[in-house]
């Protein structure tokens, strides 16, 4: 048994500094109109978001991507109410990859961090009001009537006194020369016609996907295009050593062999050939950088690092916990443990480029467009402006489809053979080349007041960094890595004396954001710990974070909701409830969990979730994001977990890696509130406090306290998930 | 390589492919017929569902040899009259995220409800097992109650 622990594994090497520097950026875009390669031909550009074709048609740019989180809709939706359009004659387009679509503070274009709406809202409130106040500006020109008389309402232009109106694609062009307002107005939110207020639409996208007519990047078809099929290294960062190209040779269909960084690639004229002959393919490999490591010894990496003085890093003080904690004689101390997990979305990771003299084109279903375009131009040796990405539908992403590594291995297979390559990873390459959640261990410590409340709680965290391979700056060891400590820092509790310790481990395993971030394994140690607390004060669990939450009034409210709908404490005898609350990506939850046990195995019955975003924009699309966020929460709770053995994945498909399927999901209640008063996020904050709320639930229950996820490890199993214990 | 007749949405298909290509590929690739998905190849999250001579089979661990004569529908032909009430009840209850795994859990469902026209919810929980990483399964319970309703 070896271990090199390492943070330049070569997978890494290839995004080794390859973000811009993250830069904050005025909103200045409004002049901005990016060439639309995808907006109706004859549609004039009003500005970077916002085209309208003569016959009226309004084109929307969405720069987001959409991966089952509704913003195709929401997003385009938004900027449709401030422009007053009709939004049945809206078309909306994914934008290209260009500087208008980036995040309005990073200058970095990616989906992701339940970002999409809380950092773009001003923004494109500003550029539908900027297109809106052209139009009537060029009304007020042709109509010679004082703009201040026009309204612009369902994509007209209209003057009452006179009773005349213009349709918008009538004067698009005449508004599309107009000055661009330097500060146009954006509506009160009394004035909101398509978004909030309880609203909702049919989401654009759903009618094409039950269909099947929906293009994810895996159904796309470009002329000449071939296929390619991968083989990674068995052993994380192996690599090929020796390929006998002389193997495969006359198989049907074959055109070429390739070696890659870490892998190898077969491209032949159709899919299935080019696996046959993967699998006959005689490739022999050298073991990568870590060794042959296992579970015991990655464990012993997060162990040692505990034992050690060095590596840590202060993420939060207030006060002094630690001196508070030394002194008291009734010191409160537990160990949680959240495992690997791997994104593994339901689309695997696929990529189709054509590389060609005169540029590069792709269609890709990809979280990070930018990452994308920078990685490319690096190893092709080309300007970015040369590279031209299309964003196709995406099967699921969880953060994975920020890399580039996929995409990367279809443009060097095209160059190679000189033809667009379609690039498709197995399911189960699809997991050994993840990016992995980590391992995320936390000890805690607190002692309690007279009151019985924590006066100091100490929480040390050793954890890989999840942000570095990301993150526009590079990420040191021996700092915070800000998502990594989520949830632990800067949480509503009323407790004096806090501190945060954070140990950034090095692991011979690339390590990634995966939904949730942060908040998912720390909101499960900090609310276990926090149940175990009000436990140890003799204190009912909902009334315990009342105490805690006294000074923050939404906060509050969100808890006594959740606490009203799931009837807290008034369950049925023989059930048994638990309890966990989160302030995670800008927005408050608090979700309930009912179960029982029935023939020692645990029969869930419902979960409540009750969430303060500040707005909701689409009420049936917000409740579907959080409801499905539970079922993703249960999966990260009940079932799934990487393992390693022998410098390997083990388990490399849905047979190994379990997740939750229909039998195992229990009654949803989803309910929000809108007490905050900045807009929050949505689509990674539903599985949040699902697992401590799962274990706090089977504490009630069984006087169990389960300080390990998932439970399938402890051989705690639902009725369901017993079948295959 | 060898050539394979069957019936494919109610017309005839051929192909002269390799006999261990899974039906998945050929549909997906051979004869473009994409809304089939790709999600494990081990027949383990059912993105793949289509029917072959009625049954719901998981067509990424079905060889095209295996079809020979038979009669597949896939997501491009389940009906020929408008949207299958599955696929209303799917959008009435706005099932689908990322919905990709979608069209097999329409299959899955539409062979359940062709064998029983009425299922219970223990029913759908028995003999849906589709895998869905998004978590829509609450609402896909509803929407085959609704459909079959």
């Not at chain 1, 908040?519 to 140690?525: I, L, R, T």
């Not at chain 2, 040899?65 to 020929?80: K, P, Q, Y």
Request: proline letters at 6%; one cysteine or more; glycine letters at 8%.
């Amino acid at each position: 048994m070896s271990i090199t622990a390492s943070s330049t594994l070569s997978r890494r090497d290839v995004l080794h500094g390859v973000a811009a520097s993250a830069v904050v950026i005025v909103v200045g875009r409004l002049a901005q109109t990016e060439v639309l390669a995808q907006s109706a031909a004859s549609a004039l550009a009003i500005n970077a978001y916002v085209a309208i074709a003569p016959d009226g048609r309004v084109t929307l740019q969405c720069a987001h991507s959409e991966m089952g989180q509704g913003i195709y809709t929401t997003f385009a939706a938004i900027i449709a109410d401030e422009l007053e359009a009709d939004w049945s004659k809206c078309d909306v387009v994914f934008s290209p990859a260009a500087p208008p679509y980036r995040h309005p503070v990073y200058n970095w274009q990616f989906t992701g961090n339940a970002e999409s709406i809380r950092s773009y809202h001003v923004l494109i409130r500003k550029m539908g009001a900027a297109a809106r106040e052209m139009l009537i500006a060029a009304t007020a020109d042709r109509l010679r009537v004082p703009p201040a008389e026009l309204i612009a309402r369902e994509g007209m232009v209209r003057h009452a006194a006179s009773g005349r109106a213009l349709g918008f694609g009538e004067i698009a062009a005449a508004a599309a020369a107009r000055p661009v307002p330097a500060e146009p107005r954006v509506k009160p939110e009394s004035e909101w016609r398509i978004v909030g207020g309880g609203r909702s639409l049919p989401r654009r996208d759903i009618p094409a996907k039950v269909e099947g007519s929906a293009v994810f990047g895996i159904d796309i078809k470009v002329p000449g295009m071939v296929h390619a099929a991968v083989a990674s290294a068995p052993m994380i960062g192996g690599r090929p050593a020796s390929i006998d190209e002389a193997s495969v040779r006359g198989m049907n269909g074959v055109i070429r062999v390739l070696p890659l960084d870490s892998a190898v690639a077969v491209v032949a004229e159709h899919y299935w050939q080019a696996r046959l002959a993967l699998e006959r393919l005689n490739v022999t490999w050298q073991a990568g950088l870590g060794g042959s490591f296992d579970d015991a010894a990655i464990d012993a990496m997060y162990r040692n690092a505990f034992a050690r003085d060095s590596g840590w890093a202060e993420a939060e003080k207030q006060r002094d916990a630690l001196a508070m904690l030394a002194g008291s004689s009734r010191v409160i101390e537990a160990e949680y443990r959240s495992p690997w997990l791997s994104h593994a979305p339901m689309e695997p990771m696929n990529a189709t480029v054509s590389v060609t003299e005169a540029g590069v084109t792709v269609w890709a279903p990809t979280q990070g467009m930018q990452m994308t375009q920078i990685v490319l131009a690096r190893a092709l040796q080309i300007p970015s402006e040369k590279i031209t990405i299309h964003r196709t539908y995406l099967g699921g992403g969880f953060g994975r489809r920020l890399l580039a590594d996929f995409v990367l291995q279809a443009a060097l297979c095209s160059k190679a053979v000189g033809r667009p390559v379609k690039l498709i990873w197995a399911r189960e390459e699809d997991i050994k080349q993840d990016w992995f959640r980590p391992a995320f261990l936390d000890k805690v410590r607190a002692t309690l007041g007279a009151d019985g409340l924590p006066a100091a709680i100490h929480h040390r965290l050793v954890a890989p960094s999840i942000l570095a391979p990301v993150s526009p700056v590079p990420i040191n060891p021996g700092t915070v890595d800000g998502l990594a400590v989520e949830g632990l820092v800067e949480h509503p509790y009323r407790i004096p004396h806090r501190r945060v310790d954070y140990h950034m481990l090095q692991v011979p395993i690339p390590t990634m954001v995966l939904r949730t971030t942060g908040h998912g394994p720390n909101n499960f140690a900090l609310e276990s710990f926090i149940d175990e607390l009000a436990r140890a004060a003799g204190r009912d669990p909902y009334q315990y974070r009342r105490l805690l939450l006294s000074d923050d009034a939404a906060a509050l409210a969100v808890l006594d909701r959740a606490a009203m709908l799931a009837s807290w404490g008034k369950a049925a005898p023989g059930r048994f409830q638990g309890l966990a609350f989160a302030d995670a990506f800008g927005s408050y939850l608090c979700q309930v969990v009912e179960l029982s046990i029935v023939d020692g195995a645990i029969k869930l019955h419902k979960v409540t979730s009750v969430c303060d975003p500040g707005r909701v924009l689409d009420r049936v699309n917000a409740a579907a994001v959080i409801e499905g966020g539970v079922v993703w929460g249960l999966s990260a709770a009940l079932y799934s977990e990487i393992t390693f053995d022998r410098g390997q994945v083990r388990a490399t498909n849905f047979d190994g890696y379990r997740v939750v399927t229909l039998p195992d999901t229990p009654e949803l209640v989803t309910d929000f509130l809108e007490n905050r008063s900045a807009i929050g996020g949505l689509g990674e904050v539903g599985p949040v406090c699902v697992p401590a709320a799962l274990c706090n639930a089977l504490f009630a229950a069984t006087g169990r306290r389960l300080r390990r996820l998932p439970l399938a490890a402890e051989r705690v199993f639902t009725v369901y998930g017993k079948i295959f214990s | 390589m060898a050539r394979f007749n069957f019936t494919l949405n109610g017309s005839r298909a051929e192909v002269d492919v390799d006999p261990s290509t899974p039906l998945l590929w050929v549909l997906r690739d051979h004869l473009g017929l994409t809304g089939t998905k790709f999600g494990c190849g081990v027949a383990q999250c059912g993105a793949c569902t289509v029917h072959v001579n009625d049954e719901a089979v998981r067509s990424c661990a079905y060889t095209i040899d295996a079809v020979e004569g038979a009669r597949v529908t896939t997501i491009e032909g389940l009906s020929n009259s408008g949207p299958h009430p599955l696929q209303k009840a799917w959008i009435e209850h706005q099932v689908p995220q990322c919905g990709y795994c979608q069209p097999g859990f329409i299959m899955a469902a539409a062979a359940l409800i062709r064998q029983q026209p009425r299922p219970s919810e223990a029913d759908i929980e028995a003999s849906i097992t589709n895998i869905c990483r998004c978590g829509t399964y609450a609402r896909i319970k509803r929407a085959i109650l609704a459909a079959a309703g």
